[in-house]
């Protein structure tokens, strides 16, 4: 399921831009649910881990950028689709990095464009491919406990096994979700299996209790604190 958010204060755009994307996930055979808003000041007191926010630029109050300022403050990955009818103001975009600007009145075209485009940058990141023993293994992310390093490669550990895959962990890192953090030299974990940080050492849902590194161990624990808030 697909959680997005429209924020805008003129009812007709955000019905002619929920219908566009309501086709689009249906041809895809992609269940979405969508929240909608029609300001910024109503955005925030309701605010949780959309996959993604189609958020018009103009609005009174608290314009667009404004409130995705805020919207970043506690979800920074969250993936914001900005729309504007003024050319003028797409430049201002790039300052908050966000993921897209559409073009008012909209597009058909170019909202399926940027919409399939986001389904595959969040499908991407809920799975891993591994070559165990010359077999190819899809992985669900969230069911992966922690990767280690081994000699020429990793072992990746899951909740109903282990997988040998020749990569390293820094490679690795780039194709996973920011659940996965390195706590140590050789070891990433997986926030979503922390049962408990003890200190210096963290116990995983794998009745494993790993060694955190004094240069890790602040990330660690900030990592963790935004994992529980978002969750």
């Known amino acids: 399921m697909v959680k997005i958010a429209l924020c805008d204060d003129v009812p007709q755009a955000r019905e002619e831009l929920k219908q566009m994307l309501k086709c689009c996930c249906k041809d895809v ?31 009174p109050l608290m314009d667009g950028f404004e409130v995705a300022k805020e919207v970043l403050k506690t979800y920074p990955k969250m993936k914001i689709i900005m729309a504007t009818g003024l050319e003028s103001r797409f430049r201002e975009a790039f300052e ?13 075209a170019e909202v399926e464009r940027v919409l399939l485009r986001l389904l595959k940058d969040l499908d991407y990141k809920k799975y891993l491919d591994v070559v165990d023993n010359r077999r190819k293994v899809t992985l669900l992310q969230g069911d992966i406990v922690s990767i280690s390093s081994r000699y020429g490669g990793v072992e990746v ?10 990569e390293t962990l820094k ?26 940080l003890n200190g210096d050492s963290v116990l995983l849902s794998s009745g494993e209790e790993c060694e955190v590194s004094r240069r890790n161990k602040k990330e660690l624990m900030e990592l963790h604190n935004q994992y529980l808030k978002n969750k």
């Open 29 to 59: 055979n992609k269940e979405v649910e969508f929240y909608e808003f029609e300001n910024g000041a109503e955005l925030l007191t309701k605010l949780q881990p959309f996959d993604a926010l189609y958020l018009d630029i103009e609005m």
């Open 96 to 108: 908050i990095s966000a993921y897209y600007f559409l073009t008012k009145p909209f597009d058909k």
């Open 157 to 166: 550990q899951t909740k109903e096994g282990r997988y040998q895959h020749y």
């Open 171 to 196: 490679k690795l890192k780039c194709k996973l979700s920011d659940n996965f953090v390195i706590i140590n030299k050789g070891l990433m974990i997986n926030l979503e299996h922390i049962k408990k």
